[in-house]
Structure formats: C-alpha cells, structure tokens
C-alpha cells in the first residue's frame, strides 16, 4: 500500500507570547492559518524499520529529523511495526518560520493512521504531535485556527475564503530557539490585543484583518534582519492591506484583496528579497491549490 498525505504551510496572522512556564516552554496566543504550499509525503512498506529520505539534501533523514521521530512515536504508541519507507518531497522553505517540519510530523502521523487502517481519531493524533512540538498538533488538521498554551488548546475559527497571500521568503536561515531567547530578554516586550483579529475573522473582512496583523517576534527578528522591515515597507506602499513576519521568520507575508495587486508587488519584491522565494497563492488552501 502506498498513503500520499500533502503536508501544508502555514502562517501566523497573530503571534503573541503571554506567559512562560516553570519548565521553560512559552505560553502563546496564536492564530495559524493553512496556505496552498505543501510538501508531498509518501508512505510505503519497508523491511529495514523506518527509512527517511527526501528531495532535499539540506536536511537531516535521520532521528533528528521530527517526522522520523512522529513515525516513531506512531508506532509505539499503537504497537505496530516500524516498517515504514517515508519520502518527503519539498516545497515550504525550510526555517522560514511556515511551519514545514510541523507539517511533515502531521502527515506522517496522519498517513501512518492510513496505512496501518487504524481509524484513529485527530484528537489522539493531536495527543501524540503535541509530544513532538507546539505547531504539529494544529497541522493535524489545518485551517484557521486559534491556538493557546503550548500549542494544545486549539478554537477553530470560520476559513478566510477569499482574496490573496503574497509570501516572500529572503535566503536566511532562523533559529526558532535563538529568536525566543532573544525576545526573553528584551526590556520592552511588544504585546497586542487578539480581539479585533478574532472579530476580523469572524466578520470576514479581510481589510481589517490585514489591519490588526500582529507578531511580537518581529521585535528581535527585524532587528537582527533589517530585509524583513523592508519587504513589509515594499508591500505596504504597493497595495497591500497588511504585512507580517510569520513564526520566528524570515517569511513575510501580504494580504491583498485582488490578484493584480498581489502580483504586481510581486515584481516589486524581486530584487528585494536577494533571490528567495516570492509567490501569490489564494488565502484558501481550499481554492487553487498549487500541490
């Protein structure tokens, strides 16, 4: 049997850190939302336990890699054999603060449900991405989605169905860990209210969405990477209804409520983003998709 799972991209349309527990893991108020960009894992039988490769030499296959280690978890939690040939075909750039390695634990987890025919629910699948990292239990399933705590407190909120996501993503790689740290530090810590987001969402509209964008990472991550202030800036002055750093960055991204606009600034950011990846896709991941 062969099980093909797409592993979608997200990003943050609000990203605020609230609290820190004893044990060192921050407390969040998020807001995540799938985007039509994935990566494509495959699943087949193997006779030598887990085999992880991808399309990719810049990652590691191994057990350092979080879906290696969703595969394996998977396995002993339902006491199945690990016997399991995972491909990963890449798409979301890597350590761009999108989500990609999130993504690919989900499918892995999602897939293996597939191939072993377990039928086991999201909600204990939830229980095992939790384990491995506070996004993966949120790309279980996807969607526009509030998250609190660690990433284990999910509220879905109504799918923003219509207008466009201008993605730029400049040549850097981010350290997730080093921006948190960074930020723990600072003696001023940005904060925003997610009210007007939420209300935003629920209401549809999408001008006031774009308005409200928040993400207090931006506080660190800027300042080490003056390129991401300027994406935000071409955007803005380029018919934009709102820019933000997604995650710990480098990614940005721009709402825009016709295409035209999107891909006219688009051609803006070319020289700007120092030959990284610029793309328009629709908002949806319902509509369009482009895997």
Known sequence: MNIIEKANAKINLFLDIVGRRQDGYHLLETIMHTIPLCDIVKISASKNGIALSGSTNTLSWDRT??????????????????????????????????????????????????????????????????????????????????????????????????????????????????????????????????????????????????????????????????????????MMLNGCLGSCMSGSGPSVFGLFDELIKAEKCRDKLQNVTQGGVTIVLPISHQEGKIC
């Open 65 to 234: 890699n979080l879906a290696y280690r969703a595969a394996e978890k998977f396995c002993s939690r339902f006491n199945v054999p690990c016997d399991v040939s995972i491909y990963i075909e890449k798409h979301i750039p890597i350590a761009a603060g999108l989500g990609g390695g999130s993504a690919d634990a989900a499918a892995v987890l999602r897939g293996l449900n597939k191939f072993y025919g377990l039928n086991v629910d999201n909600q204990h699948l939830r229980e095992i991405a939790l384990e491995l990292g506070a996004d993966v239990p949120y790309c279980i399933e996807g969607g526009t989605v509030l998250a609190e705590g660690i990433g284990e407190k999910l509220t879905c909120l109504p799918t923003i169905s219509e207008g466009y996501v201008l993605l730029a993503v400049p040549p850097i790689a981010i350290s997730t860990a080093e921006i948190y740290n960074k930020w723990d530090v600072l003696d001023i810590k940005p904060h925003s209210d997610i009210g007007p987001v939420i209300e935003a969402i629920e209401e549809k509209n999408l001008p006031i969405i774009g308005k409200h964008l928040f993400n207090t990472l931006e506080a660190v991550t800027t300042k080490c990477y003056p390129i991401i202030s300027q994406i935000e800036r071409v």
